[in-house]
């Protein structure tokens, strides 16, 4: 399941074409339940990309420099370690 929340978010439909209107301070969160696929791999010279697929084929993907991968990697092994979520 994929669910988007865009804060002051408005498009205009002209001519078939979608257009964003007002003003640029928008925001967004995207929250992805249920996945069914995960890829890693290399974006770029100097980047990792994360790319998460759901049941109905939805995708969000992630592109990290190196040292956010490696936070990303540190935070799972701590948590594999310290947590009974694992076992």
Do not use: H, W
């Not at 399941?1 to 928008?26: C, H, R, T, W, Y």
């Not at 967004?28 to 791999?41: H, L, P, Q, S, W």
């Amino acid at each position: 399941m994929l669910s988007i929340d865009i804060d002051q978010f408005m498009l205009e439909l002209k001519d078939g074409a979608f257009k964003s209107v007002g003003p640029s301070n928008k925001e967004a969160t995207i929250k992805m339940y249920d996945v069914e696929g995960v890829d890693v791999r290399e974006y770029g010279d100097k980047r990792v990309k994360l790319a998460f697929e759901d049941e109905q084929g939805s995708e969000i993907e992630i592109a990290l420099f190196p040292e956010q991968a490696r936070a990303v990697a540190s935070g799972l092994e701590l948590l594999e370690t310290e947590s009974e979520l694992f076992d």
